[in-house]
């Protein structure tokens, strides 16, 4: 119960106190409007001058001072008038929890990717896409329901604890006799509510499994059809969904059982109780009839409230799932510890530089030099760790031991956000976002120009892409840039990394999708640039060797520096020799 007070109280871009005070103000209306029962029902049965009970004093005091006379006509009007306006705040607040449902599922969203971004990249290495698709798909939509439910069941809540206090005043014994038989409801449900919580977890763990599963198989499904696997595969998927039907038919058992026996309990206790008070205590009629409303009505809110209970309690497992997502992101950003600003108008060194993914180290004992204005080229059979250089010097994983100089000041002192936006990257399989040209290349930096990008598709040898497709920049490039080939792919990457002039390229296979032509075009546009940038490539196309200044072949965790006695033709052959290895 407390975990979904924190729902309502903590959820994010929602503003809980306002929704109560409606709530709360909502519940004083009723009351007042069922209070003015007792004077028109004593009226309607003709008992005013009998015994009044104490609500009825009161009402008919403060009927007088509103100028209202105790008379039927009024007494009803007022009725209504409360009605009515209790309606109104009802509709203001419960409107307002609906706009805080869109808040929450929205604020999530925005908070977990706000969290990924920020992330350390080791954590997003061990994460699954799929995991993520389905805390902002699933998690996030459940999240705006639980906050549904709760506040719902605080508004029964409000609404019933008002009736319970206005039959305390009618009648004292009849509430003690109504609260009695809630207590009772509630604690012989318990059991049924716990086992509809375990069974709303178990619903979400095997969805969760499900989704990531599913993405995955997105993800491979080329292959999967180019080798005629989809029946064996599609068995697969069968036992993991029959997990999860398995764990729906056990959700909407218990949710069933749970409605049902409520209903035969409630029945049960209610006529039973009813029995008791009457033969007990001896009420008058007014209050009789106004108590037993007030119950009838209780008990419908009741059962209201427990339903709301049940629908958060079968929810709230994504609600929760989805903030402990953001606060162990959270709990582990990416860390920044230096200040320093970075030139870089000399030279990167790497020194005796060691690294493990793991336990086996990838590098080790790691030397080399990029000298400002040039081509460096890295070689190397798959797997020998040239992505990991890479990603040592963008900072994204930290040496075990060795020292990365950025014009001779240790990488660990420099500002890595500073540092970053001096560096144009393409990764080796580079994925475009499923929106246009140009948000793919400016990645939302409204500071760059439709002149700035044309620069760098130019320089990628891309801009005669731009005339082929009819609405150029605005061309939306589909789902992983499904809709463009791979070379056009990589070239709208480039495009990407150079957009903003940098200073640093470091490009991770980046012309692997390109035919020769196009590739030396992209490799003689590079070289243009040097001079104003620095150029740090991992390939294995014999392309790269006309326009780089060094080679380094890395091997054994180990970069050797590759010499160029008789030429370009040797280095061809070197850079050959590694293509065919890979090959
Ligand atoms: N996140 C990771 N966790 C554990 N091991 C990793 C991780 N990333 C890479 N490795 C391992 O580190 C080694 C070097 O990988 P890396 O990607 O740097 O090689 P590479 O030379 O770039 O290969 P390729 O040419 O195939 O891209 C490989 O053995 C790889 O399995």
Known sequence: MLKLLRVFFEAPGTRPWSVLGALLLAGVVEGLGIASLLPVISIAVEDMDGPRSQVGEIMGD???????????????????????????????????VGYAAANVATEFRLRLIRAL?????????????????????????????????????????????????????VSPAMAVAALVMGALIGGLLHPLVKLARRSGQAMRFRSKELMVFLSDTLGN?????????????????????????????????????????????MAVILCG?????????????????????????????AGKLQKAYQRAVLVESHYFALSDMIAEAKSDPEPNPGRETPRFEQKIRFEDVSFS???????????????????????GPSGAGKTTIVDLLLGLHQPDAGHILVDGTPLREIDL??????????????????????????????????????????????????????DG???????????????????????????HRPKLLILDEVTSALDPASEREVCENIRQLGGRLTVLAITHRPAWLDVADEVFEIAGGRATRLERPEGAASMAGAIGQQAGEIG
């Open 62 to 96: 403060l009927l007088g001072k509103l100028g209202l006379s105790i008379e039927l006509g009024p007494l009803l009007l007022f009725l209504v008038a409360m009605l009515i306006l209790k309606s109104l705040v009802m509709f203001l607040a419960m409107r307002h």
């Open 417 to 470: 956000g500073r540092w970053r936006r001096l560096i144009g990257y393409v990764p080796q399989e580079p994925t475009l976002l499923h929106s246009t040209i140009r948000d793919n290349i400016t990645l939302g930096d409204t500071g760059l120009s439709d002149a700035d990008i044309m620069e760098a598709l130019r320089t990628a040898h891309a801009s005669h892409l731009m005339d082929e497709l009819a």
């Open 221 to 265: 499904i080329k292959p999967i059809k180019a080798m005629a696997r989809q029946a064996p595969y599609g068995d697969l998927i069968e036992r993991k969904a029959k997990a999860l039907r398995r764990a729906l038919k056990r959700q909407a058992t218990s949710k069933e059982l749970l409605v049902n026996v409520q209903d035969a309990i």
């Open 117 to 169: 971004l920020d992330v350390r990249y080791r954590y997003l290495l061990s994460m699954r896409q799929g995991q993520i698709a389905n805390g902002m798909a699933g998690h996030a939509g459940k999240a705006g329901e639980t906050y549904v439910s709760v506040a719902t069941f605080i508004a029964l809540g409000v609404q019933s604890l008002f009736y319970v206090a206005i039959a305390f005043v």
């Open 273 to 301: 109780g009813f029995y008791v008070v009457f033969r007990v205590f001896e009420v008058p009629i007014t209050e009789i009839i106004v108590t037993g409303l007030l119950l009838t009505r209780t008990a419908s809110i």
């Open 357 to 379: 993914h793991d336990r086996a180290p990838v590098v080790h004992d790691l030397s080399l030099t990029v000298q400002s204005g040039t081509v460096t080229v890295l070689l």
């Open 473 to 499: 920049l605005d061309t939306i490039v589909g789902e992983r840039g499904g809709r463009l080939s791979g070379g056009q792919r990589q070239r709208i990457a480039l495009a990407r990394a150079l957009v």
